[in-house]
């Protein structure tokens, strides 16, 4: 396997297996697990409705809108470039093209605006809070809906960031599959830690995604297909 991207929704966990061209989907508990064959090679996956996802491919330029519930494909549209990830948030689509340029688009994939990316390099993305979130290798960008950066994040410890997911409160999470990590950067930038290591079973991580109702965090790894589920609690100073 080769697990890419991931959401919780409700008590269902999906994700996407690149190698095996599918959507591995199960209870929160690991349970009743099930598949969904796709005839490309899945890579990034974001929540629209409770029972419904986009998922992108890297390569072969294509969204597919599905149906987890009834395991069902309801539409399929092409877009510009390569898919360098994507987020759902206000009725529309925010696909990361080529890792260079945002475009924003309806769920029939048409582009109603673009937004220039930060670097010409980004890795993936999350909109949340009238922000978009993007990430590279070694730094974090906050901007505005516009493109106007905000707020830009980079440490020395950084090598290799893969993909984003931010709380209820704005502070950004990130997997760093080089250094078996996930850092955490406050919503102002301020501060930052490694909130998982090694020691919490992580190896090459690389999809994240943060229930924000039930402030729980989920983390997989790229290859072992092991895929870790963590309640984030707030320490009080």
């Not at 690991?30 to 996802?53: A, C, M, Q, W």
Request: aromatic share 8%; proline share 2%.
């Amino acid at each position: 396997m080769s697990i890419t991207s991931c959401i919780k929704t409700g008590n269902t966990l999906v994700f996407t297996d690149c190698n095996n061209n599918r959507l591995i989907i199960c209870n929160s508990d690991g349970s009743d697990i099930d598949h969904i064959p796709l005839y490309y090679k899945p890579r990034f996956i974001t929540e629209i409705y409770s029972n419904t996802v986009a998922v992108s491919s890297l390569y072969d330029r294509t969204i597919q809108i599905i149906n987890i519930s009834t395991r069902s494909i309801t539409s399929t549209f092409n877009i510009s470039g390569n898919c360098y990830g994507i987020s759902y948030n206000d009725n529309n689509l925010y696909v990361d093209i080529d890792g260079s340029i945002i475009h924003v688009m309806d769920l029939t994939g048409k582009v109603i605006r673009t937004i220039p990316a930060p670097t010409d390099d980004i890795h993936d993305i999350t909109v949340d809070r009238d922000r978009l979130v993007c990430i590279d290798n070694k730094s974090i960008y906050c901007c505005s809906l516009d493109g106007k950066v905000m707020l830009k994040f980079e440490k020395d410890k950084f090598q290799d960031l893969t993909c984003v997911t931010t709380d209820k409160e704005g502070n950004v999470y990130g997997t760093d599959e080089w250094t078996h990590t996930v850092i955490v950067v406050s919503d102002d930038g301020k501060h930052h830690k490694q909130l998982l290591t090694e020691s919490d079973g992580l190896d090459e991580p690389r999809g994240i995604y943060f229930d924000k109702k039930e402030n729980v965090l989920l983390v997989c790894n790229n290859m072992d297909g092991n895929a870790f589920l963590f309640d984030v609690i707030k320490k009080l100073t």
